[in-house]
């Protein structure tokens, strides 16, 4: 089996990286764990560490490691390509988590990449293109059993303040006027937290306030 390091020579990840991310067996062997590899390699961040990620995809899916877990890896950092290997390798794209999340949902958290005291943003396109195909793939963009309050993964994404995922819902005709278990719809949520806001997310709160208001959803007074 292979143990993945000559899979990653150069600047994307050394040794020195990934050295407590494998493990061994009882006979001594090292034992290639991909999650934690290709996690690492997000948190290199821009196109040449998503592009050495795939590395650690494609050595998953020879190794026959759970796949499920790595899709979901996946959708977090919305990487289109490595979602497209896992399912052509089988992976259905229309599993859930034990919390009853899909990978939009999981999309629509989109952590971005943490350079010690800021986050840097995920490319620019990579929500939009993973949101593409997760649509393709027809996810469901109307689930209600992971978020609280029965709320949908653009309910999340508005209050968050990700515009590309709601903006590639929006182009693609996804319902956006769902209201939660309160009776809010996503305007009436961002408007009720816009008094807490920051300048940026103040800002991209106003972009959504426009791209709902595009899609019909009313802006009435939070319940």
């Known amino acids: 089996m292979s143990t993945g390091l000559e899979e990653f020579d150069g600047d994307a990840l050394n040794k020195s990286d990934v050295k407590d991310l494998y493990t061994r067996d009882g006979k ?10 290709a996690e690492k390699l997000y948190g290199k961040g ?9 590395k650690a995809y494609e050595i998953a899916i020879e190794e026959k490691e ?4 790595l899709a979901f890896l996946a959708a977090a950092y919305a990487h289109a390509e490595a979602l497209s290997l ?4 089988g992976v259905s794209p229309k ?15 989109q952590p971005g990449i ?10 620019s396109g990579a929500v939009a293109a993973a949101v593409n195909l997760l649509l393709d793939k027809n996810v469901d963009a109307l689930n209600t059993e992971h978020f609280s309050d ?29 209201s939660d278990r309160t009776g809010n719809n996503a305007v009436q949520i961002i408007n009720k937290q816009k008094q807490k ?4 997310l103040l800002e991209d709160y106003f972009r959504l306030a426009k791209i709902f208001a595009e899609a019909g959803v009313d802006s009435g007074t939070y319940i």
């Not at 001594?28 to 590899?37: A, C, L, Q, T, W």
């Not at 599993?95 to 899909?102: E, G, K, L």
């Not at 590309?164 to 006027?177: H, I, N, P, T, Y």
């Not at 806001?197 to 940026?200: D, I, P, Q, S």
Request: charged content about 30%.
């Open 150 to 178: 029965k709320r949908t993964c653009y309910h999340y994404a508005a209050l968050k303040g990700k515009v590309e995922f709601v903006e590639a819902l929006a182009k693609r005709g996804v319902r956006l006027d769902l």
């Open 28 to 37: 001594g062997n090292i034992k290639f764990d991909s999650y934690p590899i």
């Open 95 to 109: 599993i859930t988590n034990s919390n009853r999340a899909t990978l939009l949902d999981i999309l629509a958290k």
């Open 46 to 54: 821009g196109e040449r560490g998503r592009n050495a990620a795939l």
């Open 86 to 89: 896992l399912f052509d390798a």
């Open 197 to 200: 806001a920051g300048a940026k």
């Open 114 to 123: 943490r350079r010690y005291s800021y986050i840097e943003p995920l490319p």
């Open 66 to 69: 759970d796949l499920n877990k």
